[in-house]
């Protein structure tokens, strides 16, 4: 039986072999239809009918496919626009007193976030008790890209934060020679709205954006 069933394997692979290498198989010689049969729990099905709904169910998935990047490319022109209102407003800030009141308040309204808060290096220097929370921050921003979670330490939230917050995003504020002068921070009251797993490659660009005009309106050393 061992044999049998391996010469079998054999000849259907050298039959698949052979299909793959002839296509239009059918087409030359249309009398080998009549001598298909398929078969399902519906009973028996032609050729036709099969490849017929084999190319529905394709299609089906292109369909899906095709929305779904139609979806995606909607959601990322959103939020390229938002970003781009909230670059002029960068731009338009004229003190730091300015850009501490009204940019977080735009983030909030743009991107509809619960909370939203920013410490600077300077600041967080002359406040001893946020100092420990600060350094545990910097600790998770290393490498000075983005962070999202909804596991925070409690110290860093409470830097950030009101107790209501579960998920947040820490964002390094960065000059245009890629100093690090700040941390902006994102909080939600959901706890999957800034989850581990999220992507930050537009959170990069905002902190990039924020720490450039931070730098512009900081006083000088």
Known sequence: MSQINTE???ID??????????PDIFQRHPELLELITLTDNRG???LLERQISTLKSRLSQFHSQ???????????EQISDSFSNVLCQLIGF???????????LAL?????????????????????DENEGYEDALRRLSNKLAVCDERWPSNILQLFFSDSV?????????????DMIGILALGS????RFTHDLGTDHLNRLGLMAGICLARLQPAD
């Open 189 to 192: 009251s959901d706890p999957v």
């Open 108 to 128: 909030r309204k743009t991107f509809n976030i619960d909370e939203v808060s920013f410490k600077t290096a300077r600041a967080v220097a002359q406040r001893p």
């Open 166 to 178: 579960k998920s947040a995003a820490l964002i390094p504020m960065l000059t245009a020679e890629h």
């Open 13 to 22: 692979a050298e039959l698949i072999t052979l299909l793959k290498a002839n």
């Open 8 to 10: 079998n394997k054999d």
């Open 44 to 46: 028996t099905a032609s």
């Open 66 to 76: 095709h929305v779904e990047l139609i979806e995606v490319a909607r959601e990322n």
């Open 94 to 104: 004229s003190n730091l007193s300015e850009f501490a009141g009204e940019f977080p």
